[in-house]
């Protein structure tokens, strides 16, 4: 969200004129968009913006901006811990940040501007103070031009009690499906492959117009027909709104990526509860069995807090328990961190000690990491449809210490991409590859990633590259003609099958 926020805000700011800078010494203004879901994320901020203070005191006349859910909660903290701050800006009024900086640049000081606390006012107030703000986008702020997150709703109205994020980012509140498809279609015009949709829980998505309610299943019929569009993804599910219509729809629609990040939170009804998650892990197992009866191969994703007021070791034990189960594809794990504003900080004690906290980290991570390369080795041996993302993390590290990149004699390099399932592959390839959709032969597996090679049958490595109609090779009859993963095999291994179009 936050990503996509940074590039919506960098656009407007680039058609006033502004270009980006290579870091704060050469910048005349200096944003930070922030996260307020864990302490963590805003101790960061604070130490960036006590870096950026010896910059402020040589030069008076750079803006800073604290942007996004930080400014939201902490408006006036903010100023009081980091007075030397110019701009803060709520998620809720990101497009008046371009005004905003004419402001301070005008002389008229410090300028904050936040939405409606969800307390101070009617829900439709409220919702009014936190505006959409989705302008023209600009694909060069995108980490890759090739794939754009679109918002399907702002805000949240679940309430678990751990979360401020109904608090920062408002009410829910979705946007017209007309407007997400025009979005979506603009996109592909532009170049973009994949289209990951984005919301605090995506699959809640529902718009009343003339007594005809959309759904996110029928957001999905409608980016399946856009030509020239490659995979569909969106996060995050809520587990109590994984209908069966959701379901078929990934199943059925060829676009429509296998990969559902559902987060489970615990392991234990009794949390579940104290968390106000609104099911039991009954429901979420009976979901998960639907989810997985439809599209066997799925990839489910999850998230857990450990640590949670009140935790007890059983309880514990049944989080490691449900992920030694259903063998997530892979978990974000995070420590419980108390947050001013929600339920949980109100009136459930942070009574889990720290170092407990720690070592239940430790034991469920391990427990996910097993489970990741239990699911990843069936993949050795199958060939996969990769979408190619970039240069892998070892060598955009070797090009960031400004090493010459290892690249070989015939001019390749290690490359990343993802499988339908969202599985990370890594191989070496031309660097023109990036972008597109190719083969890849899988040889190794590990728990985080994958690794293989592009096939040799059908020509040499580099005779495919210096080709480049021919790596868009379609297991699917040509007149489909996109690169399109045959669906029911994604991710699957797929021995000995022709593959040339
Ligand atoms: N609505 C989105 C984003 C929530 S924040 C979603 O459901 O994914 C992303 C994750 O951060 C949550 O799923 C949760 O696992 C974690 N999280 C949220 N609040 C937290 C807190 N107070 N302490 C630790 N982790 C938290």
Redesign the pocket.
Known sequence: MNVLDSELVVAALRRQGWQMAQSPADADAVFYNTCS??QHAEDKVYSALGRVRAEKAKRPELVVGVLGCMAQKDQELVRKRAPWVDLVVGPGQLHRVPSLIDGVLAGSGPQIEVSLDRAAGSRESVARSFESYDPDRDPEMRPTPFQAFIRTQTG?DKFCA????PRVRGPEQARPPAAILAEAKKLVDEGCREITLIG??VNSYRWTEGGRTTRLADLLVGLDAIDGLDRIRFV?NYPRDMTDELIHAVRDLPKVCHYLHV?A?HGSDDVLKRMKRGYTIGEYLEMHGRLMEAIPHAAVTS???VGFCGETDDEFQLMLDLVQKLQFKNS?I??????PGTKAFQRQPDDVPEDVKKARHRLLLDAQTEASLAGNLPLVGSRQQVLVEGLSRRDEKRAAAGEAEAETADGTVQLSGRTMCDRIVVFDAPRRLIGRIVDVDILAAGPWAVSGALPLAGGEPSQLAAEPEVHTISLLPVSRGNGATEPTAADQPQAGHAHHA
């Open positions: 879901v864990r949240c751990f979360c401020v994020v605090q829980t995050t987060p939170q998230d857990f807090i974000f995070f420590k419980y961190s108390p947050r």
